[in-house]
Nanobody, 119 residues
Framework: VQLVESGGGLVQPGGSLRLSCAASGSIIGINDMGWYRQAPGKQRELVAR???????NYADSVKGRFTISRDNTEKTVYLQMNSLKPEDTAVYYCNANIWATGSSYQNYWGQGTLVTVSS
């Protein structure tokens, strides 16, 4: 199983970016999917999470600015980030709870994609 992220980059304050994370491999089912981030010198923190229902939850710092969504057919989770601030600068990691062939549900992580918000 692999999670491959895309969509990071450099953006000015107030700008927008859309992150994508596609799961691939011998996947039978996917439960929760989410995005975490880690800024330099800080611990990794939850940004947003979406269940299979789906229901969502967000960190207080991104509520009203970020939107998480998923496409179950494409096994992909998205993070639309608007009104970006310099404090949103971090490496963003995709996470998913996946049932793969020959195993039970396990947590998987992507390799991370860098988001830099700067003028």
């Amino acid at each position: 199983v692999q999670l491959v992220e895309s969509g990071g980059g450099l953006v000015q304050p107030g700008g927008s970016l859309r992150l994508s994370c596609a799961a691939s491999g011998s996947i039978i089912g996917i439960n929760d999917m989410g995005w975490y981030r880690q800024a330099p010198g800080k611990q990794r923190e939850l940004v947003a999470r979406i269940t299979s229902v789906p229901s969502t939850n967000y960190a207080d710092s991104v509520k009203g600015r970020f939107t998480i969504s998923r496409d179950n057919t494409e096994k992909t989770v998205y993070l639309q980030m608007n009104s970006l601030k310099p404090e949103d600068t971090a490496v963003y990691y995709c996470n998913a709870n996946i049932w793969a062939t020959g195993s039970s549900y396990q947590n998987y992580w992507g390799q991370g994609t860098l988001v830099t918000v700067s003028s």
